[in-house]
T-cell receptor
Framework: EAAVTQSPRNKVTVTGGNVTLSCRQTNSHNYMYWYRQDTGHGLRLIHYSYGAGNLQIGDVPDGYKATRTTQEDFFLLLELASPSQTSLYFC????????????FGPGTRLTVL | GEQVEQLPSILRVQEGSSASINCTYENSASNYFPWYKQEPGENPKLIIDIRSNMERKQTQGLIVLLDKKAKRFSLHITDTQPGDSAMYFCAAPPGGNYKPTFGKGTSLVVHP
């Protein structure tokens, strides 16, 4: 069973705050993804990566940076958080790309006051 | 970006009846069609998938149909149970350097 972990699981910050969400997968998967989930919008892709040092832009990248430091670790950075970024964030990984199953982490609930 | 339309957004059925969710996609290069189930408070998990070399796949009360000509695929849940109540997402990743895209989800409610 593929394992994807996220930290923190819950985070509250204020407008303008700096937030880093962490994701780690221990399955030697090359592809990792960051999504946000909001009611009525489903899962929306923020950034994704094919491997360490690689970064691809998703569908809703504004206000987000990401960095893939190793094959295992993928970080999402909000440098000036805004209330519109209050959401449930999921990280996912897949073995050989999007034509294969994605394994999701447990999610991080972020609240920006 | 590539669009995947998923309907209906909300589906209410009686226990024991069947439920159907439909998705349409744009990119004819798509050749992998997964379905994910997300229970309340949980993460999405793959429940069934189909590749473009098949038209039908069935496993444990789930049936997936694929019509490549119409760019349409569907999930059918037979003999629904309250435990089937959840959000369901389809996806039709175009592959290559294209971005993976999910449908907006269907909230299935199975009434006892």
């Amino acid at each position: 069973e593929a394992a994807v972990t996220q930290s923190p699981r819950n985070k509250v910050t204020v407008t303008g705050g700096n937030v880093t969400l962490s994701c780690r997968q221990t399955n030697s998967h090359n592809y990792m993804y960051w999504y946000r989930q909001d009611t009525g919008h489903g899962l929306r892709l923020i950034h994704y990566s094919y491997g360490a040092g690689n970064l691809q832009i998703g569908d809703v990248p504004d206000g987000y940076k990401a960095t893939r430091t190793t094959q295992e670790d993928f970080f999402l950075l909000l440098e000036l958080a805004s209330p519109s970024q209050t959401s449930l964030y999921f990280c996912a990984s897949s073995d050989a790309g999007q034509n294969y199953e994605q394994y999701f982490g447990p999610g991080t609930r972020l609240t920006v006051l | 970006g590539e669009q995947v339309e998923q309907l209906p957004s909300i589906l209410r059925v009686q226990e024991g009846s069947s439920a159907s969710i439909n998705c349409t996609y744009e990119n004819s290069a798509s050749n992998y069609f997964p379905w994910y189930k997300q229970e309340p408070g949980e993460n999405p998990k793959l429940i069934i998938d189909i590749r473009s070399n098949m038209e039908r796949k069935q496993t444990q009360g789930l049936i997936v149909l694929l019509d490549k000509k119409a760019k349409r695929f569907s999930l059918h849940i037979t003999d629904t149970q309250p435990g089937d109540s959840a959000m369901y997402f389809c996806a039709a990743p175009p592959g290559g350097n294209y971005k993976p895209t999910f449908g907006k989800g269907t909230s299935l409610v199975v009434h006892p």
